[in-house]
């Protein structure tokens, strides 16, 4: 157990706040937060920042897991090395290399695992406390 000391209690309240950012997963390319204070899961993935609702993000996830990956790996023109990922109303406009979407559908799923898993734990959680 590591004991934390605070000097002051600006400190301790920083400490203790739900308002920062929380990790979601990250990955050697990117990382997801979601912030408490806005509800808003923010995308960081090489030039790519956008902050999601949670609606907009599973969204985001469909269109990229949409993308077959597969067919354009053996299609041997030009156009197949490139995915344009786009998301006009959070303004996401890039074009991306398969390895760049393979890496990008990584953190996008990644993310939604660890949603999943803290809404399952939450769900959990609260029915152990319903039930004392």
Request: with cysteine.
């Amino acid at each position: 157990m590591i004991l934390y000391l605070c000097n002051n209690f600006h400190e301790l309240n920083s400490l203790l706040s739900v308002n920062t950012p929380n990790e979601l997963f990250s990955t050697a390319k990117g990382f997801c937060v979601q912030c408490d204070l806005t509800s808003r899961i923010q995308l960081h993935f090489g030039e790519i920042q956008a902050s999601f609702k949670v609606r907009d993000f599973l969204a985001f996830r469909r269109f990229i897991n949409s993308i077959d990956i597969h067919s354009k790996i053996f299609d041997l023109s030009d156009e197949s090395d490139y995915e344009f990922v786009e998301a006009p109303q959070l303004n996401i406009y890039h074009k991306l290399t398969l390895c760049e979407l393979i890496q990008l559908r990584e953190l996008v799923n990644g993310t939604h695992f660890a949603i999943e898993l803290n809404s399952l734990l939450h769900q959990l959680l609260f029915l152990e406390t319903e039930s004392v």
